[in-house]
């Protein structure tokens, strides 16, 4: 007699029984050795309703697959159920509207934009790899104006940053700092171990920074007055080495001119905020 097993994982070794008189029997026995092997393996025989309800299985999981990834992408797309609606800004869609209808009135309405929100916006690059130029027209040491142009309009840590820097610099010019008649220290040989005369630097003339205005910007370009008194060239020095450090690691200043009572397009007696314009007291 032969028996199926539906679940066998292979096929089945099958051993006849013979009589002793090596005869056929009427009905031959027929005994099934199943021997198991490493690993499990499909069923052979599959019934129709375990063939259905595992359709039914594969289909439900594929379902909740594409429901999983719907939210996935929806979560991404949105910035989750914390984030905030960036697409509701109504002066944003304003400007879209207006551009197909005027074009340049669109312009005008994001440079406005860029000015107003420019502390908002993240700049990948903070200084400017490429030397700051300096020039000099007609430089006045006890009367004159010092420009600046940066490659763009400053943000509020970056002015900051140049005040604080341009206050050092008439601090130390006003205690007589930077007077090149005194340079004993950087005048001599430093083989050996270094001296210092006080006498002889009590009894140099000293230099005293007088005055100065305080800075003012409109959009990249920024100015201030100064009254540096004696002609003392090292105090010039100080101040170019400070900002051309200062142009290479954080601002990028494109020009630093010295003197000129003009610059292009500079306006006078202009106070508007909107315009970019701003005073700052060193």
Same mark, same amino acid.
């Given at each position: 007699?032969?028996?199926?097993?539906?679940?066998?994982?292979?096929?089945?070794?099958?051993?006849?029984?013979?009589?002793?008189?090596?005869?056929?029997?009427?009905?031959?026995?027929?005994?099934?050795?199943?021997?198991?092997?490493?690993?499990?393996?499909?069923?052979?025989?599959?019934?129709?309703?375990?063939?259905?309800?595992?359709?039914?299985?594969?289909?439900?999981?594929?379902?909740?697959?594409?429901?999983?990834?719907?939210?996935?992408?929806?979560?991404?797309?949105?910035?989750?159920?914390?984030?905030?609606?960036?697409?509701?800004?109504?002066?944003?869609?304003?400007?879209?509207?207006?551009?197909?209808?005027?074009?340049?009135?669109?312009?005008?309405?994001?440079?406005?934009? $860029?000015?107003?929100?420019?502390?908002?916006?993240?700049?990948?690059?903070?200084?400017?790899?490429?030397?700051?130029?300096?020039?000099?027209?007609?430089?006045?040491?006890?009367?004159?104006?010092?420009?600046?142009?940066?490659?763009?309009?400053? $943000?509020?840590?970056?002015?900051?940053?140049?005040?604080?820097? =341009?206050?050092?610099?008439?601090? =130390?010019?006003?205690?007589?700092?930077?007077?090149?008649?005194?340079?004993?220290?950087?005048?001599?040989?430093?083989?050996?171990?270094?001296?210092?005369?006080?006498?002889?630097?009590?009894?140099?003339?000293?230099?005293?920074?007088?005055?100065?205005?305080? $800075?003012?910007?409109?959009?990249?370009?920024?100015?201030?007055?100064?009254?540096?008194?004696?002609?003392?060239?090292?105090?010039?020095?100080?101040?170019?080495?400070?900002?051309?450090? =200062?142009?290479?690691?954080?601002?990028?200043?494109?020009?630093?001119?010295?003197?000129?009572?003009?610059?292009?397009?500079?306006?006078?007696? $202009?106070?508007?905020?909107?315009?970019?314009?701003?005073?700052?007291?060193?």
């Amino acid at each position: 007699m032969l028996i199926l097993n539906t679940c066998a994982p292979a096929l089945p070794f099958i051993e006849f029984s013979r009589h002793i008189n090596n005869r056929l029997a009427p009905f031959s026995s027929v005994r099934l050795s199943i021997k198991k092997r490493a690993g499990a393996r499909t069923p052979v025989f599959v019934s129709r309703e375990q063939k259905s309800q595992r359709d039914v299985d594969i289909d439900v999981e594929d379902e909740e697959d594409d429901t999983t990834s719907q939210k996935g992408f929806s979560g991404r797309s949105r910035g989750g159920e914390d984030g905030k609606d960036f697409d509701k800004d109504p002066e944003f869609a304003e400007i879209l509207g207006s551009c197909l209808d005027d074009p340049q009135k669109a312009r005008s309405k994001m440079e406005d934009r $860029l000015k107003k929100k420019r502390d908002k916006i993240l700049h990948t690059k903070t200084g400017s790899g490429t030397p700051m130029k300096v020039t000099f027209n007609k430089f006045d040491f006890s009367n004159s104006y010092i420009w600046f142009e940066f490659y763009n309009a400053p $943000l509020e840590k970056d002015i900051t940053l140049i005040c604080d820097a =341009i206050r050092a610099w008439h601090i =130390i010019g006003r205690l007589g700092g930077c007077n090149s008649m005194n340079m004993q220290l950087s005048q001599s040989p430093m083989d050996k171990r270094p001296s210092y005369d006080a006498i002889s630097g009590a009894n140099v003339t000293p230099t005293t920074f007088y005055n100065i205005g305080d $800075l003012e910007i409109q959009d990249n370009l920024a100015r201030i007055w100064v009254d540096i008194g004696t002609t003392e060239a090292l105090l010039l020095d100080v101040f170019i080495n400070a900002l051309t450090q =200062i142009s290479s690691d954080f601002v990028g200043i494109k020009q630093l001119a010295f003197g000129g009572s003009e610059y292009e397009n500079w306006k006078e007696n $202009l106070t508007s905020e909107d315009a970019g314009c701003s005073f700052h007291k060193v």
